[in-house]
């Protein structure tokens, strides 16, 4: 199974507007609005389009993945909109947080219990998540600037931990 062709996911250029949405959304300020904003934005979008669109599909120009893990505390089926790295056969995940000091809740969940599911423009498949290897990881952080060049700034930013990168493999 090749997992991005096989769910459709496709990274495509953006236009000259997505351009200046990434380039917003790179800076300490954008991370800020986005990492407050973005999440309850695209329930809304999702929920209007019945989960075809995206907020960062249309303003950015990023497809977006959703990752459904179990909550390492609630044990509550939790799900997660994502930018995804499609690498090899394969898609990657960063845990940046927006560039954020914390590594996000999905992150942790995913070391807890790395069965998840991920679906895309209404298509599911199930996965077992694992961390990159470091010649994946350092692969991983590569290919991330062809996807969004906002992941390179982000990783900069943080201090004191290191971006968690997963590698889905599909059940």
């Known amino acids: 199974m090749v997992l991005a062709s096989d769910l459709g996911y496709r990274v495509k250029r953006p236009n000259a507007f997505q351009r200046l949405v990434q380039e917003f959304a790179s800076t300490r300020f954008g991370a800020w609005v986005f990492a407050r904003t973005l999440r309850h934005l695209d329930d809304a979008l999702g929920r209007l389009t019945g989960g075809r669109q995206s907020v960062p599909e249309l303003l950015a120009g990023l497809p977006v993945i959703d990752v459904t893990s179990t909550g390492r505390k609630s044990g509550l089926r939790r799900t997660t909109h994502l930018i995804s790295i499609p690498t090899g056969d394969t898609l990657a995940v960063l845990g940046t947080n927006f560039g954020q000091r914390g590594t996000p809740a999905w992150a942790l969940n995913l ?29 991983v952080l590569a290919d991330s600037a062809g996807v969004y060049g906002g992941y390179l700034k982000y990783v900069q930013r943080i201090s004191g931990r290191r971006v968690r990168i997963f590698l889905f493999e599909p059940v």
């Open 111 to 139: 070391e807890a219990d790395p069965h998840a599911t991920l679906t895309y423009r209404g298509t599911t498949v199930d996965v077992v998540a694992r961390p990159a290897s470091e010649a994946e990881y350092a692969a």
